[in-house]
Structure formats: structure tokens, C-alpha cells
């Protein structure tokens, strides 16, 4: 009787350790999530964009660069296939150079597609965009941004861009492209 007692107090000790199976609510996981300041967010995105684009004769707005970034914004590129980490002043520095040793005279980069996400005062924006270098006939560049963002009493800035170029070798996948009406996308 006395194992009978041991071995049942083992087994509801054991018992009550055992975690409850928990039940996936598939109701939530097909709900559309509204971001509450996408249009903000977004703004902010395209603002970035405009800050660095310049028609001919214009130059860069480097003054304005603090309206839509934090001072310790960080860039990150891809570009040549390996890791380049940039301060504000450094890519103002890269940027201007590129310019002078290229002979750009026009420089206009727009976002192609876009999705945010947020929570609370930080947002991520996955941007494809298109880059055109002296005349807008023809796309120079497309590829994929990743803004990192947060919400400052001013509103939201640019913390961090994080690029890669699209090449033959790596295609931009069709979740990062604007759906297309013709082919019944949405």
C-alpha cells in the first residue's frame, strides 16, 4: 500500500508539471494587420528617397538629412558583394565622390513596392526600388532596401538602410514587386 501511495503522489507530482496543450487559434492567423502609422511610416520612407534624389543642376539636400534620419543612422550595403557599414557623414562623403567621379547629373531613386510592419515605436519598411542616373527613360538599378525606423518626438526616422542590388544573380523575388493587375494579382 505504501508504494501504491508513493507511486500515486509521483504521478499527480508529474502531472501537475505537465504543460497544457495550447490551442492554435487559426482565426487570428488569417487576420489582416492594419499597421496603425503606416502613412507616417511611409512618408518618412519616401521622404529619405527625395532627401538624397536631385534633378540636373540641383544638387543632394545633405542639410536636410537630419529631418528624416537620427544622427547615429547607420547605412549598410551590399553593393559589391561584401559588407560596408557607413555613418551618416561617411555616406554623404562615398555619395558625393560617386557623383563628381561618375558625372551624375540627375539622380532619382523612388521606392517600386513597399510593406511595413510596427510595433510600438519601431516600424521595419522592406522597399524595392528603382534608381535612375541622369535621365528617368531608363532604370539604372533596382534592388531592395530594408529601413529600420523608430518614432521620435519629432516622429519617425531613419535609424538603419540595409541594401542589396538586384543582379542575374540575384533576382528580386515577386513578393518584393508590385502586384500585377493583369495577371489577377493582388
Known amino acids: 500500500m505504501k508504494n501504491f501511495v508513493v507511486i500515486a503522489a509521483l504521478a499527480m507530482a508529474i502531472a501537475a508539471c505537465q504543460t497544457p496543450e495550447k490551442k492554435v487559434d487559426t482565426a487570428a492567423s488569417t487576420t489582416t494587420y492594419t499597421v496603425p502609422d503606416d502613412s507616417a511610416i511611409t512618408k518618412a520612407v519616401h521622404d529619405a528617397y527625395a532627401v538624397i534624389s536631385f534633378k540636373k543642376g540641383e544638387k543632394p539636400r545633405f542639410d536636410e538629412v537630419g529631418n528624416y534620419f537620427i544622427p547615429e543612422a547607420q547605412m549598410i550595403n551590399f553593393r559589391t558583394g561584401t559588407l560596408e557599414i557607413f555613418t551618416l557623414p561617411k555616406f554623404k562623403e562615398l555619395y558625393s565622390s560617386f557623383i563628381t567621379t561618375n558625372h551624375i547629373e540627375m539622380f532619382y531613386e523612388e521606392e517600386a513596392y513597399g510593406k511595413t510592419e510596427q510595433f510600438g515605436k519601431i516600424a521595419h519598411r522592406i522597399s524595392t526600388y528603382n534608381t535612375y542616373l541622369n535621365t528617368r527613360d531608363s532604370i539604372a538599378e533596382r534592388g531592395v532596401n530594408s529601413f529600420q ?12 538602410i540595409i541594401w542589396d542590388v538586384e543582379s ?17 494579382e493582388q
Do not use: F
Open 149 to 160: 525606423l523608430i518614432k521620435t518626438p519629432k516622429g519617425w526616422k531613419v535609424s538603419c
Open 168 to 184: 542575374k544573380a540575384l533576382p528580386i523575388p515577386a513578393y518584393y514587386l508590385p502586384p500585377n493587375p493583369l495577371k489577377g
